[in-house]
Nanobody, 117 residues
């Protein structure tokens, strides 16, 4: 059974940091491209970051995340991470983990991140 379980969300003040984790099981994690997306209240889901399969040598970020967010993966732990720094209220959203390979596309249930002053 495929599972993606996000964790690490919570409440943080502006300028603060969080590290999200996504633990994967039920598929061969190493061969999948991993992504993070987010969805703010009343808005569409938006892509945040991508890391390539294998050693994760290639990463990409949405424009507002560049320089603040870092995606990484640990294949031995079947886990992908999103380190977020300099958080602002507009980063408030549910953050989702996503695994992709060819036509296969798996999603987690999300973890809430709330940035408040």
């Amino acid at each position: 059974q495929v599972q993606l379980v996000e964790s690490g969300g919570g409440l943080v003040q502006p300028g603060g940091s969080l590290r999200l984790s996504c633990a994967a099981s039920g598929f061969d994690f190493t061969y999948y491209t991993m992504k993070w997306h987010r969805q703010a209240p009343g808005k569409e889901r938006k892509w945040v970051a991508t890391i390539s399969s294998g050693y994760g040598l290639t990463t990409a970020y949405g424009d507002s995340m560049k320089g603040r967010f870092t995606i990484s993966r640990d294949n031995a732990k079947h886990t992908v991470y999103l380190r977020m720094t300099s958080l602002q209220p507009e980063d408030t959203a549910v953050y989702f983990c996503n695994a992709q390979r060819s036509s296969e596309d798996y999603w987690g249930q999300g973890t809430q991140v709330t940035v408040f002053s």
